[in-house]
T-cell receptor, first 110, second 114 residues
Framework: NAGVTQTPKFRVLKTGQSMTLLCAQDMNHEYMYWYRQDPGMGLRLIHYSVGEGTTAKGEVPDGYNVSRLKKQNFLLGLESAAPSQTSVYFC?????????FGSGTRLTVV | AQSVTQLDSHVSVSEGTPVLLRCNYSSSYSPSLFWYVQHPNKGLQLLLKYTSAATLVKGINGFEAEFKKSETSFHLTKPSAHMSDAAEYFCVVIPSGSARQLTFGSGTQLTVLP
């Protein structure tokens, strides 16, 4: 089925470890986004991309890096995980027809 | 910067009674506004969106919202709550000049009592 796929769905990291979250969409959308969701704060934008090879910072970019080497993939990296990065991460993509969200990645940093 | 404020962090209603979830926005012009719902441990689902075609917007599952420019509000309503409506609801705006990124309110947790 067409949509946005996030991998992994769950992950536990130790402080200082690194990891990459993958977001893949098969709808040929230009725009892609990474959000984090924390209780009482809604979803906050980390980074976004308006097309292949482009990325930009959102509201809360510190501690994260992203890459968009292929149009269908948007990667979110944590170089040195911190407990403050414990959160649920959502990827989204959009075209003129609307937004599609992934099912989320629950990350715990201990 | 444009933003949305959800006026209630928690709302409780009895099953069969009306639902009102309040949202105010800040904008110098008519923005694009959305309501999303998130059921426990689930992803986000679009309820409805306003894009200036009509001030009263009907969404899925009996929800609707009215855009009131004079009050800068976009409140979500439903005439009769169902147990399955229990979830978190987000009011969302697309800021002007943005790369279409959604700006979320802090959310309203709706509890439906039997």
């Amino acid at each position: 089925n067409a949509g946005v796929t996030q991998t992994p769905k769950f992950r536990v990291l130790k402080t200082g470890q690194s990891m990459t979250l993958l977001c893949a969409q098969d709808m040929n959308h230009e725009y892609m986004y990474w959000y984090r969701q924390d209780p009482g704060m809604g979803l906050r934008l980390i980074h976004y991309s308006v097309g292949e090879g482009t990325t930009a910072k959102g509201e809360v970019p510190d501690g994260y890096n992203v890459s968009r080497l292929k149009k269908q993939n948007f990667l979110l990296g944590l170089e040195s995980a911190a407990p403050s990065q414990t959160s649920v991460y959502f990827c989204a993509s959009t075209s003129d027809s609307g937004y599609t969200f992934g099912s989320g990645t629950r990350l715990t940093v201990v | 910067a444009q933003s949305v404020t959800q006026l209630d962090s928690h709302v409780s209603v009895s099953e069969g009674t009306p639902v009102l979830l309040r949202c105010n926005y800040s904008s110098s012009y008519s923005p694009s506004l959305f309501w999303y719902v998130q059921h426990p441990n689930k992803g986000l689902q679009l309820l409805l969106k306003y894009t200036s075609a009509a001030t009263l917007v009907k969404g899925i599952n009996g929800f609707e919202a009215e855009f009131k420019k004079s009050e800068t509000s976009f409140h979500l309503t439903k005439p009769s709550a169902h147990m399955s409506d229990a979830a978190e609801y987000f009011c969302v705006v697309i800021p002007s000049g943005s790369a279409r990124q959604l700006t979320f309110g802090s959310g309203t947790q709706l509890t439906v009592l039997p």
